[in-house]
């Protein structure tokens, strides 16, 4: 979709000044950042989106940040990213040796000269037992017999087929494996045939190496390959006790990104970016972070004077003032006995959103050009620049975010108000569990336990890990020798957020509660703040009151509107269709 292209800051109507900048790293140390921080170790595809948005894909610009700082986010992905790749070699190579050992265990001289049957006079019939392989007429027809690849091939089958069900489960196919997530119950019945698979290949293992020393690599390698997987959750354990625990992650500084310097630029964008007053967007998506859309909806009036009113004009940046002031107000209301009230906490800021173009490090994202970009575009009513007031509520602990922009412009004798509200679902539940994992302390015994029953699933899954990272260096490679730095070429608007990335729908009861009542609250704010800007200007608000029918119940609804409607005051709804019904729900 072709836009225009992107406006200079020109000097406009309102005269530049100093804006209150929001303190650099404000979110750094949220509870919704460290919930973040927690999910590249817990669930892989979290971690590659994460990393293939910021890294990959490093000639897109960020989104607006909504209660979260994605630097150490991403720091955190990069970590655990490295340690997965880590335990994928090692297990990979274990998996290559367990192979070669299998084809050629007979020649390993003093381990095939023993039997444990012959010297206790008791033998099993291991050909008895079940693998995958026997589905298939064994492998070759040699059975259960060393130098046919049997041991290797049936424990790597066996540990994709576990790696499926953990997956089809619910429970993530990170090398870590989760306790205590619920399990589908379609991925119960999934799990048990590979589980029952596992437990056959043991009893078959163990029973002929009893027989026959030469199969001792059907036990001794399994044995090996955990230990990168135990490595490997000793030190996911070691980051959430140390960095993210709950009492000790505020305490801290905030993670940075470390290494060659084009990953310290990505970070340095990402600071520029993520808090900035310009939002450099795609014409297709440009309110990426904001959360999930709901309906917008838009008041058209005519401006008509009182009789003897004074001729002051009516600005954009006038009605924009009275309404910010009133919703200034609701963090001036007194207090509850409990001090908790989060429109208290209500955050009000303006935005400029500019389409994307110039490179990520070309892009001036200083005070003074923020405040160029503001002051030209308020009462703008061009399609490329576009002029915001965003108000914020957040609750639960960021875990739900309610987002309305605000565009007001003139058109002749017309005044233009747009609404546009946005809600972020909660976090995926699998990232609270950091705080459980803290809590269990680390056993040694248990640490071990757990590595050794997960370490088929987690093997296959580390493999597969280290697979998609190194092809995912390679691609980088390729095209940074092709193009040159991403953050040299024309950049893209941003695509998804880290805090979008890690929602899921799933609202409470209470938690729609809350934004049905943070949604009519902003509403209602904005109803009073257009009719007092109309009113202190002399302007007749009579066909804005003609549509405002009182009733007791205090919400506001806009429906759909030719000449406009908005519902103000105590009490006030409109009488309009279910276009605000939509915002509600």
Known sequence: MAVPAQPRPTPGPRPPAPTPQPPRNRYAHTETTRL?????????????????????????????????????????????????????????????????????????????????????????????????????????????????????????????????????????????????LPIRRRGRLVALVPQVLMALYWVTALAAVWNYSANWMAVVFPLLMAIPVWRHRNAVEAVMHERLGAEVFGELPREELTGPEWLREIGRAIDREQYSGIVLYEPSRPFVGSGGALRPWSLVMDLRRRPGADSEPLTAAGVLDCVRERLADLGRLPAPPSGLDRLRGVEIDELVYLPSGPARNRADHGETATELHRSASVGEGGEARRHFLRVRVAAWDH???????????????????????????????????????????????????????????????????????????????????????????????????????????????????????????????????????????????????????????????????????????????????????????
């Open 36 to 180: 973040l921080c927690a999910g590249p170790y817990l669930r892989a595809r979290f971690r590659r989106e994460v990393v293939s948005e910021l890294v990959e894909h490093s000639g897109r610009t960020v989104a607006p940040s909504a209660g979260a700082d994605a630097v150490p986010v991403l720091a955190h992905a990069l970590r655990a990213r490295t340690l997965e790749l880590r335990a994928g070699g090692w297990i990979s190579l274990l998996g290559v040796l367990f192979l070669l050992a299998d084809y050629f265990g007979e020649s390993f001289g003093w381990m095939t000269s023993w039997s444990l049957a012959e010297a206790y006079g008791r033998s099993y019939v291991e050909q008895s037992f079940f693998l995958p392989t026997d589905a298939l007429g064994g492998l070759d027809g040699v059975g259960h017999r060393p130098g046919s690849g049997v041991w290797a091939w049936n424990y790597a089958i066996v540990s994709a087929l576990l790696w499926a069900a953990r997956s089809t489960s619910g429970r993530g196919t990170s090398v870590y494996s989760l306790d205590g």
């Open 399 to 585: 875990q739900v975010v309610v987002t309305v922009l605000v565009r007001v412009h003139t058109q002749g004798e017309l005044l233009v108000l747009e609404v546009v509200p946005h809600v972020l679902d909660p976090l995926e539940p699998a990232f609270g569990l950091v705080d459980a994992l803290v809590e269990r302390g680390r056993l040694p015994a248990a640490a071990a336990a757990r590595a050794l029953l997960s370490a088929p699933a987690s093997g296959v899954a580390a493999v597969l890990s280290a697979v998609h990272t190194v092809t995912g260096a390679v691609r980088r490679a390729v095209r940074h020798r092709l193009r040159g730095s991403a953050l040299e070429i024309p950049a893209e608007g941003a695509a998804a957020s880290v805090r979008e990335l890690a929602s899921r729908p799933g609202k409470s009861a209470l938690q729609r509660m809350d934004v049905s009542r943070y949604l009519r609250t902003i509403q209602e704010r904005i109803g009073t703040g257009a009719l007092q800007a109309l009113s202190e200007k002399g302007h007749d608000t009579g066909l804005l009151e003609q549509q405002i029918v009182e009733v007791s119940n205090g919400g506001v609804y806009i429906g759909s509107m030719s000449g406009g409607a908005v519902a103000t005051g105590r009490g006030a709804r409109a009488r309009a269709a279910g276009a605000m019904r939509q915002m509600v729900r």
